[in-house]
Nanobody
């Protein structure tokens, strides 16, 4: 069983930045591919960014060039640096993990989820 705990959410003005972190309890964290997803009120959970066990990354078109995902295997942590935030980025952001998916871009491929952290961007 893997536990994921997100932190770093909050309220920020449009154009600002936030850095989300996800701490994992997995003994072999380096073997997991990790992903960030978000869910706005009344909408389905959607893919944001993913990082493979080897460090390869992939982003949703809506965040490409503004968000950066990274991982620290020694600290068992994955980060999401969010710059140039927009009101439409407002959502609950979730960290997810998988042992099988090489790049975690689909909710149905996620084996473990965090509890989520709220990000609110004001205009």
């Amino acid at each position: 069983q893997v536990q994921l705990v997100e932190s770093g959410g909050g309220l920020v003005q449009a154009g600002g930045s936030l850095r989300l972190s996800c701490a994992a309890s997995a003994r072999t964290f380096s073997a997991y591919s990790m992903g960030w997803f978000r869910q706005a009120p009344g909408q389905e959970r959607e893919f944001v960014a993913a990082i493979s066990w080897s460090g390869g990354t992939h982003y949703a078109d809506s965040v490409k060039g503004r968000f950066t995902v990274s991982r620290d295997n020694a600290e068992k942590t994955v980060h999401l640096q969010m710059n140039s935030l927009r009101p439409e980025d407002t959502a609950v952001y979730y960290c997810a993990a998988s042992r099988l998916a090489p790049l975690l871009t689909m909710t149905e491929k996620c084996d473990y989820w965090g509890q989520g952290t709220q990000v609110t961007v004001s205009s």
